[in-house]
């Protein structure tokens, strides 16, 4: 079969936008970028099943491993520069586990995840693109008392000597995007110095509190209201809830196993008609996880919004109900909380289980058509990775933003 990857000469001919990934996970990022026009020329992750997955669900097998913080990986994207001409964006989500409120311990900041972000402006150096986008969590402007943002921001600005780039940064939610997930996330973006005017978006309103409002049962602030309207509307793509991201889906009892199964009904919602464009009439990856005994007697006593807050005290068999992040269920009208890597992060509202990998991936903002085959990765892999992939709904909002502000 002829190789069907476009050279470089007939990119730039075509003066096609060529874009780098570095940390491409799954491919969240990158998603977003081709929903924008941008051809990806290469894409490296240090986690073989990512890459796998990667390339099992892009059109061209353009992701490869690579750990960026080792000489064999600084040669590798030295060596593979040459090849890509011109690059208008390099992209990369570099691991957040050091910067995370949910880091487990991973707050030193010799922490290898952490000097994955500190490389980025080396690499810039080596690509010189003329614009970068990263990606972290929000947690990061308050690493260190701030100092570790504004050291990166400060090397991201000048690279290497005679490059310099104007730098800003902003902290959006997902959900404000369309993605059906209250997800926080810092987006920085870089742009060579006299090459063009992008500049970020202003980030939109704290709906956290509309959310609350909803999974709560409680009253709308009167100022929300009008994002109510939009998170109601099942055609509004502005704002997803769990139901409208999932109710064309087959309701599976605990424990089922992985089967090709039908939709259960036609797409409902314009997310789901989105979810659905270009994917097969089957879904797959729809196995749910099992559920014990005891899990499922508590899981009773947990209304769709609530948490291990509302379990009776006679029930909880040991389980501590301080924090609000233990056995949260999704709210039928309101996106989910935040997902993490691990499977039973959140349960659904209307089946008391945890998620498939299917409804998993929605939730984040994946299409359909973004597969899981068991000869590539674990189920327990998929679930992380998902939980670590960037909404692609979120960046290509930001960005065709940023490129719009630039005329």
Known sequence: MPDKTPTTAS????????????????????QGLRALGFHIAKAYDSWDEAVAIYNHNAPEPVASTCNLLSENGRATLKTDRRQFG???L???????KGFSQLRNGHHDGRNGHNRVLAAMPEYVALVRPRMVLIENVPDLARHRAGKTLRSFLERLAHPARGLRYRVEYQI?????????????????????DGSGSEKLPTAGRDLGPLYAAV???????????VYMDILADPENLGVTSASQALSDLPLLDPGQPEIERLYASEPKTAFQRWARHGAPNVLHDTRTPGVNTETLSRLRHIPPGGCARAI??????????RYDSAYRRLHPDAPSTALSTKYDCVYHYAAERSLSVREYARLQGL?????????????RSAYEMIGNSVPPQLVQGVVGAAIRAAG
């Open 11 to 30: 990119l730039a001919e075509a003066k096609v936008n060529v874009a780098i990934e570095l940390c491409c996970g799954l491919g969240g990022i990158s």
């Open 367 to 379: 299409s359909d058509s973004v597969t899981f085959p068991s000869a590539l990765v674990c189920r």
């Open 86 to 88: 011109d690059v208008e």
């Open 172 to 192: 959006y939610d997902a959900s404000t995007y369309g993605t059906p997930q209250a997800r926080r996330r810092m987006l920085i973006l870089a742009v060579r």
């Open 215 to 225: 999974r709560h049962n409680r009253k709308v602030p009167a100022e929300l209201k």
């Open 90 to 96: 390099l992209a990369a989500g570099p691991p957040c």
């Open 312 to 321: 009776p005290g006679e029930h909880l068999n040991g389980l501590s109900r």
